[in-house]
């Protein structure tokens, strides 16, 4: 009997690539307009992507907050710091227009629920939960996700053990009882080191059951039950 099966975010039920493209697009104008004098855009980007590098772990697996985040980085490129509410609005505007990896995903999840399943989702995000359940309320499958964990959270990653093992524990239920919806190989590799099995969607084959849709992600859980 599977108790709960666990679903990672960005690429399996949503898909931010076009929300980072268009943050991408108006952090570019919101640079430009705001850049220290003497500094090219090209310099201002190139410093900011190499400060996210440095800060993106730490704000993961919540050591340092989004804001706190921002401030950093608006610091050490000499951006006045009024100005990170403008900045913070137009990343949340951005993120919001995320969209369903394909239209049948709230579909295939109804389906699932009624299967007698838990569902969760799991992500690696420095957003907060509270960020992301608004998101899945719009995208319409808040209604089928029966808890949120993200790293910022719960202090760690995939493929981390203890990230599975966050889930696995608030609902009470054992890797062999569990299964995991992903798409990334050494995220999968992680579920399946645990004793979870594990469902690829789109990605890595090496998984008990390969998906290419939602609707055969449906039915690997079905042949799984």
């Not at 050490?76 to 009024?82: C, D, F, K, Q, V």
């Amino acid at each position: 009997m599977i108790k709960i099966v666990i679903f990672d975010g960005n690429g399996v039920l949503y898909d931010v690539s076009g929300a980072a493209k268009l943050f991408y697009s108006k952090m570019k104008e919101f640079l430009k307009r705001h850049k220290p004098n003497g500094a090219t855009l090209e310099e201002i980007l190139d410093r900011e992507s190499r400060i996210w590098r440095d800060l993106d772990d730490a704000t993961k697996r919540g050591k340092l907050s989004m804001r706190d985040a921002h401030l950093k980085v608006f610091e050490e490129l000499g951006i006045p710091t009024g100005l990170i509410d403008e900045y913070e609005e137009m990343d949340r505007k951005a993120f919001a227009t995320t969209v369903l990896t394909e239209p049948d995903v709230p579909e295939a999840l109804r389906h699932i629920k009624k299967m007698g399943t838990h569902t969760a989702l799991l992500s690696d995000s420095a957003r907060p939960s509270a960020e992301l359940k608004p998101l899945l309320e719009k995208l319409g499958i808040a209604q089928y996700i029966d808890g949120i964990f993200v790293s910022s959270e719960i202090g760690y990653e995939k493929p981390e053990k203890e990230a599975y093992e966050a889930v696995l524990k608030k609902f009470v239920a054992a890797p062999a009882d569990s299964v995991f919806v992903g798409h990334d190989k050494e995220e999968l590799a992680g579920a399946r080191m645990l004793g979870i099995r594990t469902i690829s969607y789109r990605g890595d084959p090496i998984c008990d059951c390969v998906a290419q849709n939602f609707k055969q992600v449906e039915s690997c859980i079905k042949g799984i039950l």
